[in-house]
C-alpha cells in the first residue's frame, strides 16, 4: 500500500456513489422479492412482474457487492485519505465500524 493519500481518487468516489445509489434502490424496491418469497413459501407461483423486480433486486445487490470488492482492492492498492483533524479515537471507531452496520441487518446482503 501507498502512503496515506490526500483525497479519495475518483474512481473511489464513483464506488461509493454506486453503491449509495444502489442501497437506496433496494429499500425502495423490495416488495417484489419479498413477494415472491412469499407465495413460495404459501406453495403458489409468483406473479411474473414480481419476478421481474426480485431479479431486479438480486441484480442491483450483486452490483453492491462488486462496488464493494473494487472498493476494497483500490483501499489496499492505493489507501484512503486519514480521519479529519480533531476526531476522537471513539469516532474514529464508530466511523471505522459504521460501513459494516448493512451486512449486519441483511440476511445475504
Ligand atoms: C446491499 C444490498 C442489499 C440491500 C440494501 C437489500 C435490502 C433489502 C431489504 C430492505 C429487504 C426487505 C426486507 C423485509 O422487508 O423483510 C430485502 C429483502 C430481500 N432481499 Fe435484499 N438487499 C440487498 C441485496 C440482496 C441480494 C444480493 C440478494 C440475493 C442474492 C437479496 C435477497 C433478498 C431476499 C430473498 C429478500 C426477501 C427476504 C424475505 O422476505 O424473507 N438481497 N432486501
Redesign the pocket.
Known amino acids: 500500500m501507498s502512503d496515506t493519500p490526500a483525497t479519495y481518487r475518483p474512481a473511489q468516489i464513483w464506488l461509493h456513489w454506486i453503491?449509495v445509489i444502489?442501497?437506496i434502490l433496494?429499500?425502495g424496491f423490495?416488495?417484489a422479492?419479498?413477494a415472491?418469497?412469499?407465495a413460495r413459501e404459501a406453495g403458489q407461483a409468483p406473479a411474473d412482474a414480481d419476478m421481474a423486480w426480485?431479479m431486479f433486486?438480486?441484480s442491483?445487490?450483486?452490483v453492491?457487492?462488486l462496488a464493494v470488492i473494487a472498493r476494497l482492492v483500490l483501499r489496499f492498492r492505493h489507501g484512503v485519505p486519514g480521519h479529519a483533524p480533531g476526531t476522537s479515537a471513539a469516532q474514529g471507531v464508530v466511523a471505522e465500524l459504521w460501513p459494516l452496520r448493512?451486512h449486519i441487518v441483511?440476511?445475504?446482503?
Open positions: 453503491a444502489g442501497v433496494q429499500i423490495n416488495s422479492i419479498v415472491v418469497v412469499d426480485a433486486h438480486v442491483i445487490g450483486f453492491i457487492l448493512i441483511h440476511p445475504c446482503g
